[in-house]
């Protein structure tokens, strides 16, 4: 008769450190969340106000942010 009551027993027990170990890698997985979320995830290169505008509008040429023509106009005015 020991052990055969509603949630006693080895099977209880078995439940409980499951739960418990989900609940831990839960606490560990937000924790893990908060600390990216905090931290800039480009940290690799110089900052952008350390490149020279010229090369700044370089880049943006060649990612298609700009035309060839707007390149050229803009270009002009950093001549000047």
Known sequence: MMGFGVGGG?????IMGLLGLLILAGVIVVIVWA?????????S???????????????RLARGEITPDEYEELRAHLRD
């Open 10 to 14: 080895l099977a209880g027990m078995w």
């Open 35 to 43: 600390i990216r979320a905090l931290i800039p995830a480009n940290r």
């Open 45 to 59: 290169g110089p900052p952008a106000a350390a490149v020279d505008p010229l090369t700044q509008l370089r880049l």
